[in-house]
């Protein structure tokens, strides 16, 4: 069985969030669990794509409309990810340094996505199954299907998985000239209130779809920025697949990111020392409890609620703590943790960007991860966290509800506040402090953390359960 995953992220190639580290590891599991899975994403102007070699293997001139683009298929030489890379360079459109956030992105993935298109038509190319990845990708189970194009390829089941929910893609029934000849008794399966939804038409035209959870699937009926109704009548069409984690990336044994590797032998010491030394470039005493966030900061993730959580948790001088934050989003929350900064030094601090290695860091260096999201398809940060030993606190929905058990619970790891709300999140945090003046509860805590096994083997092996369920298309 051949898959194509079709994504506009891939790390180590390009990573935004959640999805370039699903599309950067699912294919490799695949491959070592004998499903041939390749990935084919968008040239961006970044370090990997400049230090590696690619071969051109294909060029040619398509339309998006009436306007002509060239583009290349290049191929990564050496199968270094553990699996076949493709990059579609389109001149002009995607070969650009930011992966999202230009003003003509609708014109850019449109075009990523008939580049693919064209390419599987004219080369030849053959998969079972193309596995598409959010809105920048939705478009093809509708063109596969219903366009007159790609007829030849209407054989080719597909998935479609959401990693995100929220961002549709959505544009204007004027710019529904970019697709090509499309059957026009099949436009209402692009659209949803008036406009072309990407989202929308992959969960309707895609053989199945599926979110990176179970419990997000539910919740994408109460709450999908205006797609709720489409998940009420689907929803029996959706599997929830919680997402793995690659552990030769994320594995505080090797991970070379890291100052001190560690296991769970010996945790307790090692881990100590990674926090000594991010106390140290942060200006922190290591004795306190370490909390941090890692993320968005955005709404969706509760990045809104921390200024006056942090403000509490900073003037409480019985309990005190330090905090790190590493993200970057929405200007004024941005703005509103940096000023964090002067008002309390020595006891918070804040970098606004955005740090791959940062991250690893203080994964490892850690006591506790801030999770208060308001929406969580899945999340990653705290299944990296309790594989370093870092206890996470979250709010109980999504993904974090199907991963995360309350410590008060049988065989508990975790803390679950119920609610993304100041007040809640809050009462989890005391918690927190309590247990890390409890050291033997925590050092105990530790390495029944990290040998919590969310590794991709079995999540790769549900993918593969859905792609041998799929009904040959005749
Ligand atoms: P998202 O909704 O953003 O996709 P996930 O929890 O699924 O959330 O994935 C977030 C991923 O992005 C994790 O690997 C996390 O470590 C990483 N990440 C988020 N923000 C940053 C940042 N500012 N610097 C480094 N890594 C980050």
């Not at 697709?179 to 929308?200: H, M, V, Y």
């Not at 006056?308 to 703590?321: C, K």
């Not at 975790?414 to 927190?432: L, M, N, P, S, Y």
Request: negative net charge; contains cysteine; proline residues 5%.
């Amino acid at each position: 069985m051949k898959v194509i995953h079709l994504s506009a992220e891939c790390y180590p190639v390009a990573k935004i969030g959640g999805l370039g580290d699903v599309a950067g590891a699912l294919p490799k599991y695949l491959n070592q669990l004998g499903v041939e899975a390749v990935v084919v994403m968008p040239f961006y102007e970044r370090k990997f794509v400049q230090e590696n070699a690619f071969d051109t293997i294909f060029q040619a001139n398509t339309f998006l409309g009436d306007r002509p683009f060239f583009f290349e298929i290049l191929k990564e030489r050496t199968k270094k990810l553990g699996f076949d890379l493709y990059i579609i360079k389109i001149p002009g459109l995607l070969d650009r340094t930011e992966v999202y956030g230009y003003d003509d992105d609708i014109e850019r993935f449109v075009a990523f996505q008939l580049a693919f298109l064209d390419w599987m038509l004219w080369s030849g190319e053959k998969a079972d199954v193309v596995h598409c990845h959010d809105h920048q990708t939705g478009l093809v189970p509708f063109l596969l299907y219903y366009s007159s194009r790609y007829t030849s390829l209407s054989h080719i089941n597909t998935v479609f998985t959401i990693h995100n929910g929220q961002y549709h893609g959505a544009f204007n029934w004027q710019r529904s000239y970019y697709l090509p000849e499309i059957d026009p008794w099949k436009t209402g399966l692009l659209d949803w209130k008036n406009g072309i939804n990407p989202l929308a038409s992959a969960v309707r035209c895609a053989d199945v779809f599926t979110t990176v959870s179970p419990s997000y699937l539910k919740e994408l009926s109460i709450s999908s920025n205006g797609l709720e109704f489409l998940f009420e009548m689907e929803k029996d069409r959706g599997t929830g697949i919680i997402n793995g984690i690659d552990t030769d990336v994320w594995d505080p044994k090797t991970d070379p990111m890291i100052s001190t590797p560690y296991t769970a032998k010996n945790v307790a010491v090692k881990k100590a020392k990674n926090k000594e030394l991010l106390c140290k470039q942060f200006g922190f005493s290591p004795e306190k409890p370490l909390f941090t966030f890692i993320g968005r900061l955005v709404v969706e993730k509760g990045a809104d609620l921390l200024p006056e959580i942090f403000r509490l948790m900073l003037s409480d001088p019985d309990n005190p703590v330090s905090i790190l934050v590493l993200g970057s989003g929405d200007v004024e929350t941005e703005l509103e943790l940096s000023a964090l900064k002067e008002a309390f030094p020595g006891q918070y601090n804040a970098y606004i960007g955005y740090n791959e290695e940062l991250a690893h860091r203080i994964y490892a260096g850690a006591d506790f991860i801030l999770m208060p999201s308001r929406v969580e398809p899945c999340g990653l940060n705290q299944l990296y966290a309790l594989r370093y030993g870092t206890i996470p606190i979250v709010n109980s929905v999504g993904g974090l509800k199907d991963t995360v058990i309350d410590l008060e619970e049988t065989d508990g790891y975790g803390i679950k506040c119920e609610g993304a709300t100041v007040d809640a999140v809050f009462t989890g945090i005391k918690r927190a402090v309590e247990l890390f003046k409890n050291t033997a509860e925590l050092h105990l805590l530790y390495p029944k953390a990290m040998a919590l096994d969310f590794s991709w083997n079995r999540s790769a092996k549900e993918y593969i359960h859905l792609y041998q369920s799929l009904k040959p298309k005749l």
